[in-house]
């Protein structure tokens, strides 16, 4: 690592403030500012900036104090509501990032993230950044802003500005806070006695033994699972500057201790930036640098999905110390494994313990992140300067895995003995299902660099303003290895966990291999001009060349912008206007790219078994091995997504009341879909092809009303609202019918098709419930279907309930989203109030779906249930099917409560302290919502290997094992010296 650490220690970012066109500003925050320093304060468009008002771009943007008024992990959790036409969906996951969405999706398949850049460095995630770090975020939302990063704009560009030093002397800073976390919005499970009730009408349907009323254990598993969860930062920072040089170093440990037992996560950020000027100040460079360390605990968020499904019946553990299990006896019905001769044994479900789950569960996570950057800015003329910037970031992450085999097959069971194992072990000495335990390592460790050269020519005419950048730009990403080993019988003790101590009589598992990089070359130039801050032009031009398309000879493209403003309240006619301080119209458009797409690759599919691939010929009649395409090479490339767009920007009465308006048509002309091959095609498998143009058009409104009263009282009252309709336009015949949204049974639940969103729900339409056996016969039915089941449309009218009686039904996509803040300081009190809703979305409540009998439900379940002819013709009873239909979907609509925090500043009380403040905050306080699961916002798939990519054909938007909101309660102090 130490050969990493120095050279990065001089790497950094050259920035000066808005007066010269670079990639970093520095604001002096107040709470409620007037409309001459909002106006002037300077934006980051990327190889530049530029004041507010001469914007002719839609960007949004947030200061530091936005950033961490709400304890977070990263930045962007901490945003969700504030930033007009940004869609952000947290997650209170340890550690968790939220999805970020600019102006809808606009991609089935490929990366739907932003591109993010810190101080000019185009970075991963932001995942390693203090969110104290930070002193500004600006979010690129159209093309005509985001063409100048070319292939990586299609999803906006976030660009953030941390903190450096100030002219004066040395300040430090330290801020600290300790909070305590519970879930919040929980379900309510039926209790014993209505479990029994449940369970045994089940039974009485489908036959079977039925079990005994009165039973021993009346378990709550969500009161066994859930703890109070932790969170604490403490934040360290010195800054100051001289005549030639500035600098900031700052320290933050970061942790987090989740609602299950066990679950932490520990981060550690240290960063430096200076600024160095030389030559009376001719030479500027500047050298941002940071080093994050994280430790994670992870734990299976499948706990959720066991709470929720396992009987109240089973204990934890029974009084001789086994684990329960979902086991009772037939003879008399009682929740016991326990048995006398001629009695047997049967099984509520299928499930296992959800707290013996946790407790042999045992991962590790530690990674390491080293970023940063050096920038020089040369001032060759006046108004001219040159500027070169590289940058580099390498990452390391360790993963470990220790399972312990035999003893997750006892505790599943406490009829199982050691005896059992072990002669099962001895039986099958080379099948790994009776190691003792595994033991799996992951490594991987990747590393990226960039360098880019620009020129920028800033001067004034009289009435004229010109401001050119053009500049090349290289960057190589993906260099790297990863390697992945699992061995078996490793000793029980943790510090003999090692391959070198891993038994012998099992083949070790080994896969290693170095990452293909991706390479790009770029050539880039902007044109702004404005005459007499009233009329204003701007053009960027963005030639991209990526390594990753290379082999279909089309890896160049091409991406321009264009946009105009008008200043109107420059005008004559409006320049002594008391009412309206300033006014603006813009317009622009756009093309953009996006490369973070899946390609294909030639697999060739051979096997020594039977097979289609081999065949058997002569007299012999011998097996000749053959090998077949299984799916093809076909040539693909980015996705290309053009904008139009058009904004309003206001500032009325002397800047008490601020806002915008804008409106966008977003179209991502040749999305990627995933093709199943027809039954005649010469290959076997899937490929990806070029194949849909998908729509995202919608208007965002943002308004911000501020002053303060003869009395002292300052206050800011602000919200925006986002409205966004997502459509795939056209699919490209025989292309159709892309599906996806799993529940695991055979069942799935989404389908792509033109004139619906993305994320689409196509499912049955529940049309009551069937009441007797001679209302099925007379009718239109599933080949299973019984009283109390469920009954389907036959939308077709063709007298079969299959596929082709499906229908659309919304998608999981919020239509709209909104958010509002307030703000109160009066004295030295201070009073902070946010919250966020969102809604127009479906939700498809998979763990209420799901089942295979015996499970534990809902009370709302348990009350509403069918239990005879004529009881219910809505909700199904005890009995009942799995088909994915409308029955299990329900809005997901919601408003949260997500912050509210007051606060006192002891400011020129304490000599030798300049800033002492203290507050207390609570988090996530109520959430209002008719959705009938623990959280409507949805951000994981069940899938953890992709668990945070909100794929709109995986399983975002259907609830398996949800991570519950939760609500927090801290207390925080910020010291300035």
């Given at each position: 690592?130490?050969?990493?650490?120095?050279?990065?220690?001089?790497?950094?970012?050259?920035?000066?403030?808005?007066?010269?066109?670079?990639?970093?500003?520095?604001?002096?925050?107040?709470?409620?500012?007037?409309?001459?320093?909002?106006?002037?304060?300077?934006?980051?468009?990327?190889?530049?900036?530029?004041?507010?008002?001469?914007?002719?771009?839609?960007?949004?943007?947030?200061?530091?104090?936005?950033?961490?008024?709400?304890?977070?992990?990263?930045?962007?959790?901490?945003?969700?509501?504030?930033?007009?036409?940004?869609n952000?969906?947290?997650?209170?996951?340890?550690?968790?990032?939220?999805t970020?969405?600019?102006r809808?999706?606009?991609?089935?398949?490929?990366?739907?993230?932003?591109?993010?850049?810190?101080?000019?460095?185009?970075?991963?995630?932001?995942a390693?950044?203090?969110?104290?770090?930070?002193?500004?975020?600006?979010?690129?939302?159209?093309?005509?802003?985001?063409?100048?990063?070319?292939?990586?704009?299609?999803?906006?560009?976030?660009?953030?500005?941390?903190?450096?030093?100030?002219?004066?002397?040395l300040?430090?800073?330290?801020?600290?806070?300790?909070?305590?976390?519970?879930?919040m919005n929980?379900?309510?499970?039926?209790?014993?006695?209505?479990?029994?009730?449940?369970?045994?009408?089940?039974?009485?349907?489908?036959?079977?033994?039925?079990?005994?009323?009165?039973?021993?254990?009346?378990?709550?598993?969500?009161?066994?699972?859930?703890?109070?969860?932790?969170?604490?930062?403490?934040?360290?920072?010195?800054?100051?500057?001289?005549?030639n040089?500035?600098?900031?170093?700052?320290?933050?440990?970061?942790?987090?201790?989740g609602?299950?037992?066990?679950?932490?996560?520990?981060?550690?950020?240290v960063?430096?930036?200076?600024?160095?000027?030389?030559?009376?100040g001719?030479?500027?460079?500047?050298?941002?640098?940071?080093?994050?360390?994280?430790?994670?605990?992870?734990?299976?968020?499948?706990?959720?999905?066991?709470?929720?499904?396992?009987?109240?019946?089973?204990?934890?553990?029974?009084?001789?110390?086994?684990?329960?299990?979902?086991?009772?006896n037939?003879?008399?019905?009682e929740?016991?494994?326990?048995?006398?001769?001629?009695?047997?044994?049967?099984?509520?479900?299928?499930?296992?313990?959800?707290?013996?789950?946790?407790?042999?569960?045992?991962?590790?996570?530690?990674?390491?992140?080293?970023?940063?950057?050096?920038?020089?800015?040369?001032?060759?003329?006046?108004?001219?300067t040159?500027?070169s910037?590289?940058?580099?970031?390498?990452?390391?992450?360790?993963?470990?895995?220790?399972?312990?085999?035999?003893?997750?097959?006892?505790?599943?069971?406490?009829?199982?003995?050691?005896?059992?194992?072990?002669?099962?072990?001895?039986?099958?000495?080379?099948?790994?299902?009776?190691?003792?335990?595994?033991?799996?390592?992951?490594?991987?460790?990747?590393?990226?660099?960039?360098?880019?050269?620009?020129?920028?020519?800033?001067?004034?005419?009289?009435?004229?303003?010109?401001?050119?950048?053009?500049?090349?730009?290289?960057?190589?990403?993906?260099?790297?290895?990863?390697?992945?080993?699992?061995?078996?019988?490793?000793?029980?003790?943790?510090?003999?966990?090692?391959?070198?101590?891993?038994?012998?009589?099992?083949?070790?598992?080994?896969?290693?291999n170095?990452?293909?990089?991706?390479?790009?070359?770029?050539?880039?130039?902007?044109?702004?001009?404005?005459?007499?801050?009233?009329?204003?032009?701007?053009?960027?031009?963005?030639?991209?060349?990526?390594?990753?398309?290379?082999?279909?000879?089309?890896?160049?493209?091409?991406?321009?912008?264009?946009?105009v403003?008008?200043?109107?309240?420059?005008?004559?006619?409006?320049?002594?206007?008391?009412?309206?301080?300033?006014?603006?119209?813009?317009?622009?458009?756009?093309?953009?790219?996006?490369?973070?797409v899946?390609?294909?690759?030639?697999?060739?599919?051979?096997?020594?078994?039977?097979?289609?691939?081999?065949?058997?010929?002569?007299?012999?009649?011998?097996?000749?091995y053959?090998?077949?395409?299984?799916?093809?090479?076909?040539?693909?490339?980015?996705?290309?997504?053009?904008?139009?767009?058009?904004?309003?920007?206001?500032?009325?009465?002397?800047?008490?009341?601020?806002?915008?308006?804008?409106?966008?048509?977003?179209?991502?002309?040749?999305?990627?879909?995933?093709?199943?091959?027809i039954?005649?095609?010469?290959?076997?498998?899937?490929?990806?092809?070029?194949?849909?143009?998908?729509?995202?058009?919608?208007?965002?409104?943002?308004?911000?009303?501020?002053?303060?009263?003869?009395?002292?009282?300052?206050?800011?009252?602000?919200?925006n609202?986002?409205?966004?309709?997502?459509?795939?336009?056209?699919?490209?015949?025989?292309?159709?019918?892309?599906?996806?949204?799993?529940?695991?049974?055979?069942?799935?639940?989404?389908?792509?098709?033109?004139?619906?969103?993305?994320?689409?729900?196509?499912?049955?339409?529940?049309?009551?419930?069937?009441?007797?056996?001679?209302?099925?016969?007379?009718?239109?039915?599933?080949?299973?279907?019984?009283?109390?089941?469920?009954r389907?449309?036959?939308?077709?009218?063709?007298?079969?309930?299959?596929?082709?009686?499906?229908?659309?039904?919304?998608?999981?996509?919020?239509?709209?989203?909104?958010?509002?803040?307030?703000?109160?300081?009066?004295?030295?009190?201070?009073?902070?109030?946010?919250?966020?809703?969102?809604?127009?979305?479906?939700?498809?409540?998979?763990?209420?779906?799901?089942?295979?009998?015996?499970?534990?439900?809902?009370?709302?379940?348990?009350?509403?249930?069918?239990?005879?002819?004529?009881?219910?013709?809505?909700?199904?009873?005890?009995?009942?099917?799995?088909?994915?239909?409308?029955?299990?979907?329900?809005?997901?609509?919601?408003?949260?409560?997500?912050?509210?925090?007051?606060?006192?500043?002891?400011?020129?009380?304490?000599?030798?302290?300049?800033?002492?403040?203290?507050?207390?905050?609570?988090?996530?306080?109520?959430?209002?919502?008719?959705?009938?699961?623990?959280?409507?916002?949805?951000?994981?798939?069940?899938?953890?290997?992709?668990?945070?990519?909100?794929?709109?054909?995986?399983?975002?938007?259907?609830?398996?094992?949800?991570?519950?909101?939760?609500?927090?309660?801290?207390?925080?102090?910020?010291?300035?010296?």
């Open positions: 690592m130490k050969k990493y650490f120095f050279p990065l220690l001089i790497l950094g970012s050259l920035y000066t403030n808005a007066q010269v066109t670079n990639d970093s500003i520095q604001i002096e925050e107040d709470p409620i500012t007037n409309d001459s320093i909002i106006l002037n304060q300077a934006v980051v468009i990327g190889y530049g900036s530029v004041k507010k008002s001469d914007l002719t771009s839609a960007v949004s943007s947030a200061s530091s104090k936005d950033i961490t008024q709400i304890a977070s992990t990263t930045a962007m959790q901490s945003l969700q509501g504030k930033l007009a036409g940004v952000i969906i947290n997650t209170d996951t340890p550690g968790g990032t939220p970020v969405l600019v809808g999706m606009g991609t089935a398949l490929g990366g739907k993230a932003p591109l993010y850049v810190v101080d000019g460095l185009i970075v991963p995630n932001i390693n950044i203090n969110p104290n770090d930070i002193e500004k975020i600006d979010v690129l939302k159209d093309a005509a802003s985001s063409a100048i990063y070319g292939v990586r704009g299609a999803n906006g560009v976030v660009v953030i500005t941390t903190k450096r030093g100030k002219t004066g002397k300040k430090v800073n330290y801020d600290s806070y300790f909070g305590v976390r519970n879930a929980l379900v309510d499970m039926a209790n014993a006695d209505q479990y029994i009730t449940y369970f045994n009408e089940q039974r009485q349907a489908t036959g079977g033994s039925l079990i005994s009323t009165n039973q021993k254990y009346n378990t709550d598993w969500f009161d066994e699972l859930l703890k109070t969860g932790q969170i604490v930062s403490n934040n360290v920072a010195l800054s100051g500057a001289g005549e040089i500035n600098y900031m170093f700052s320290i933050n440990n970061f942790e987090e201790k609602i299950l037992a066990g679950n932490d996560f520990k981060r550690t950020t960063r430096n930036n200076n600024d160095y000027k030389l030559f009376d001719k030479l500027k460079i500047k050298q941002n640098v940071s080093a994050t360390f994280t430790r994670e605990v992870p734990k299976p968020y499948d706990a959720f999905d066991l709470a929720y499904r396992q009987s109240p019946l089973v204990p934890v553990k029974y009084e001789n110390g086994l684990w329960g299990a979902p086991i009772f037939q003879t008399t019905g929740a016991t494994y326990v048995t006398q001769p001629g009695q047997l044994t049967d099984t509520f479900n299928s499930h296992g313990n959800p707290i013996s789950t946790l407790y042999y569960d045992n991962q590790k996570i530690n990674t390491t992140t080293l970023q940063g950057n050096i920038e020089a800015e040369l001032k060759l003329a006046k108004g001219l040159v500027t910037r590289a940058g580099a970031t390498k990452y390391w992450y360790k993963y470990r895995q220790y399972s312990p085999i035999k003893s997750k097959w006892l505790a599943a069971n406490p009829t199982r003995t050691a005896a059992e194992f072990e002669n099962s072990k001895a039986e099958y000495s080379q099948s790994t299902t009776w190691a003792n335990n595994s033991l799996n390592f992951n490594n991987i460790e990747t590393y990226r660099w960039s360098w880019e050269n620009f020129i920028t020519y800033d001067r004034k005419f009289g009435k004229h303003s010109l401001n050119v950048v053009a500049g090349v730009s290289g960057e190589k990403r993906g260099i790297g290895e990863y390697s992945d080993i699992t061995v078996y019988d490793v000793p029980e003790k943790e510090q003999y966990w090692a391959v070198r101590h891993a038994s012998g009589n099992y083949t070790p598992l080994l896969d290693q170095n990452y293909t990089p991706i390479a790009y070359a770029s050539y880039f130039a902007r044109l702004q001009y404005n005459y007499d801050n009233k009329y204003y032009v701007s053009g960027i031009i963005r030639r991209d060349g990526s390594s990753q398309f290379k082999q279909n000879g089309n890896y160049w493209g091409t991406f321009p912008s264009g946009s403003a008008w200043n109107i309240s420059n005008e004559d006619f409006l320049k002594d206007s008391d009412v309206i301080s300033f006014l603006k119209l813009r317009g622009g458009w756009g093309r953009l790219g996006n490369a973070e899946p390609y294909n690759y030639t697999t060739i599919t051979t096997s020594t078994g039977s097979s289609n691939g081999n065949y058997v010929f002569g007299p012999g009649q011998d097996l000749i053959g090998a077949y395409v299984g799916s093809p090479a076909y040539d693909i490339s980015w996705e290309i997504v053009d904008e139009w767009t058009a904004g309003l920007d206001f500032d009325l009465f002397r800047g008490k009341l601020t806002g915008s308006f804008d409106y966008y048509n977003k179209t991502t002309k040749n999305a990627i879909l995933n093709i199943q091959q039954l005649s095609s010469p290959y076997e498998k899937n490929f990806y092809d070029h194949a849909a143009k998908i729509e995202n058009k919608g208007f965002e409104i943002a308004l911000n009303y501020s002053d303060k009263t003869s009395g002292g009282l300052r206050y800011s009252i602000g919200g609202f986002n409205y966004n309709v997502n459509e795939v336009v056209s699919v490209k015949k025989g292309y159709e019918g892309m599906t996806g949204g799993s529940l695991g049974n055979g069942q799935i639940t989404k389908r792509l098709e033109a004139g619906q969103p993305l994320g689409s729900f196509w499912l049955l339409e529940a049309d009551g419930v069937w009441q007797t056996q001679e209302e099925i016969d007379s009718n239109p039915h599933l080949s299973s279907a019984q009283p109390g089941h469920l389907y449309k036959d939308v077709n009218g063709d007298g079969v309930i299959d596929d082709r009686d499906k229908k659309f039904m919304g998608s999981y996509i919020p239509k709209f989203n909104y958010g509002i803040n307030i703000s109160l300081d009066y004295k030295n009190f201070d009073l902070n109030i946010s919250g966020y809703g969102a809604g127009g979305n479906k939700i498809y409540n998979g763990i209420k779906n799901t089942r295979l009998g015996g499970e534990n439900i809902s009370v709302d379940t348990f009350n509403s249930r069918w239990t005879g002819a004529g009881t219910s013709n809505t909700n199904p009873g005890a009995e009942r099917d799995q088909v994915a239909s409308s029955y299990y979907l329900e809005k997901g609509d919601y408003f949260r409560l997500s912050n509210v925090t007051l606060g006192y500043n002891f400011r020129d009380k304490i000599d030798f302290v300049s800033n002492l403040r203290i507050y207390v905050s609570a988090q996530n306080l109520f959430i209002i919502t008719k959705y009938s699961g623990f959280t409507p916002e949805l951000t994981l798939n069940n899938d953890k290997n992709s668990r945070y990519e909100g794929s709109p054909y995986g399983t975002t938007g259907v609830d398996f094992s949800a991570y519950p909101n939760v609500r927090t309660f801290l207390v925080g102090l910020n010291v300035e010296f």
